[in-house]
């Protein structure tokens, strides 16, 4: 009897001896599964942490494509600026050729009209001091006035004076004198003019 109690003890304290084992083992187990469990939690907070810096990332390289594309976009209207600045200097220069232009034209007509008037001028106060000088009879003061002009001159100077006087010679200007216009030409020799 005491054998068969002393097995049973020793049964009993085997299966003690190994419910003590299977609940270290359970026990261990279940460390493992926390510690399984804690380091799948820092690998997940990890792993938020990289796409956080991925995504942090991608944000930045599209933000800094977005600057690149607002810097581009800033180049060419900076150069539409500049090309319609450079449009507006040459539509200014261009104005201000066309003006010059213009006020050299409207110089050189005036001039030319006044040459023009001043040769009608010239023209009809010849043809009046020749109709004048055709006139007869002379009043006294004018004949005296006439005697006193032609007197001193010899007899082919008074001649050549009357002559011209009378419109019947024109005298032409001389091509040796540094004032002559060939321009005026014309005026002496109308039939030779050369058509412009």
């Given at each position: 009897a005491a054998k068969i109690a002393e097995a049973r003890a020793v049964a009993t304290r085997r299966k003690l001896l190994e419910e003590r084992i299977e609940m270290k083992r359970k026990n261990i187990a279940k460390a493992e599964e926390v510690r399984a469990v804690a380091t799948r939690m820092e690998l997940l907070k990890v792993r938020i942490a990289l796409d956080a810096k991925a995504a942090r990332k991608a944000a930045e390289l599209k933000a800094v494509a977005v600057r690149e594309k607002l810097l581009a976009f800033r180049i060419i209207l900076d150069k539409k600026e500049a090309n319609r600045a450079a449009m507006k200097a040459i539509e200014r220069n261009a104005v201000a050729v066309r003006t010059k232009l213009l006020e050299n034209r409207l110089e050189k007509q005036a001039r030319a009209y006044a040459i023009f008037v001043a040769k009608k001028e010239k023209k009809e106060a010849r043809i009046r001091a020749i109709a004048?000088?055709?006139?007869?009879?002379?009043?006294?003061?004018?004949?005296?006035?006439?005697?006193?002009?032609?007197?001193?001159?010899?007899?082919?100077?008074?001649?050549?004076?009357?002559?011209?006087?009378?419109?019947m010679v024109e005298v032409s200007a001389d091509p040796e004198n540094p004032e002559y216009n060939p321009d005026e030409d014309d005026d002496f020799c109308?039939?030779?003019?050369?058509a412009s």
């Amino acid at each position: 009897a005491a054998k068969i109690a002393e097995a049973r003890a020793v049964a009993t304290r085997r299966k003690l001896l190994e419910e003590r084992i299977e609940m270290k083992r359970k026990n261990i187990a279940k460390a493992e599964e926390v510690r399984a469990v804690a380091t799948r939690m820092e690998l997940l907070k990890v792993r938020i942490a990289l796409d956080a810096k991925a995504a942090r990332k991608a944000a930045e390289l599209k933000a800094v494509a977005v600057r690149e594309k607002l810097l581009a976009f800033r180049i060419i209207l900076d150069k539409k600026e500049a090309n319609r600045a450079a449009m507006k200097a040459i539509e200014r220069n261009a104005v201000a050729v066309r003006t010059k232009l213009l006020e050299n034209r409207l110089e050189k007509q005036a001039r030319a009209y006044a040459i023009f008037v001043a040769k009608k001028e010239k023209k009809e106060a010849r043809i009046r001091a020749i109709a004048e000088a055709r006139t007869q009879p002379k009043s006294p003061e004018v004949e005296a006035a006439l005697a006193a002009r032609y007197g001193p001159m010899s007899e082919e100077e008074r001649n050549f004076a009357i002559l011209v006087d009378l419109g019947m010679v024109e005298v032409s200007a001389d091509p040796e004198n540094p004032e002559y216009n060939p321009d005026e030409d014309d005026d002496f020799c109308p039939e030779y003019g050369i058509a412009s």
